[in-house]
């Protein structure tokens, strides 16, 4: 049973269009939602986190945006580069366990010039 | 200020032999986490460990396959009599001992078993 549900399972954007990705969690204990980027070959890069306490972050061209009741979160990724091609996960974790994540199944980003 | 190290990048294994992937948690961190990616698939949590104890491993298979963090030393995971089903890319990832850690991966070790 996949706790964390991610759509869609990949994305085509022209360069400077912004893609969104989005995360469904089924689990209320959660309160840490993290997003990995990962290259080809390449172990997953902590992109952005957030807190259940807030709605939005943002960080760069990359924004979380949170909603508690319907828990849901999603990423945009602002003015995309083809820089910005790789796959992108969603996570979920409770409380101390930081680090014990329940990973999203990946969205590849496909970032056209 | 090394990331998390792990070695070997890559590793191929005939069937029925052992696999031992090992991890160096970046420096200060003493909570390390095991990951097996199946290709095409997201990151599947295997076992948490901190040093000298296993504090969660729900996602372990139940056989031939163990981890262990010593007091000194990397942490590695063994997988004994490796099967085609065991090739996978594993990832470990560490995270300080207090406050938000932030997990962080290493580059991950690619096991093949032929």
């Known amino acids: 049973q996949q706790q964390v549900k991610q759509s869609p399972q990949s994305l085509i954007v022209q360069k400077g269009g912004i893609s969104i990705i989005n995360c469904a969690y089924e689990?209320?204990?959660?309160?840490?939602f993290p997003w990995y980027q990962q290259f080809p070959g390449k172990g997953p890069a902590l992109l952005i986190a957030?807190?259940?306490?807030?709605s939005e972050k943002k960080e760069g061209r990359f924004t979380i945006s949170f909603n508690k009741s319907a828990k849901q979160f999603s990423l945009h990724i602002m003015d995309s580069q083809p820089g910005d091609s790789a796959t992108y996960f969603c996570a979920a974790s409770i409380g101390d366990s930081w680090g014990k994540l329940q990973f999203g199944a990946g969205t590849q980003v496909v970032v056209t010039p | 200020n090394a990331g998390v190290m792990q070695n070997p990048r890559h590793l191929v294994r005939r069937r029925g032999q052992e696999a031992r992937l090992r991890c160096s948690p970046m420096?200060?961190?003493?909570?390390v986490y095991w990951y097996r990616q199946l290709p095409e698939e997201g990151l599947k949590f295997m076992v948490y460990l901190q040093k000298e104890n296993i504090i969660d491993e729900s996602g372990m298979p139940k056989e031939r396959f163990s981890a262990e963090f010593p007091k000194e030393g990397p942490s590695i995971l063994r997988i004994q009599q490796v099967v085609r089903g065991d090739s996978a890319a594993y990832f470990c990832a560490s995270s300080p001992r207090t406050g938000e850690g932030l997990a962080f991966f290493g580059q991950g070790t690619r096991l093949t078993v032929v």
């Open positions: 957030i807190r259940p306490d807030v």
């Open positions: 689990n209320t204990a959660f309160d840490y």
């Open positions: 420096k200060g961190h003493s909570h």
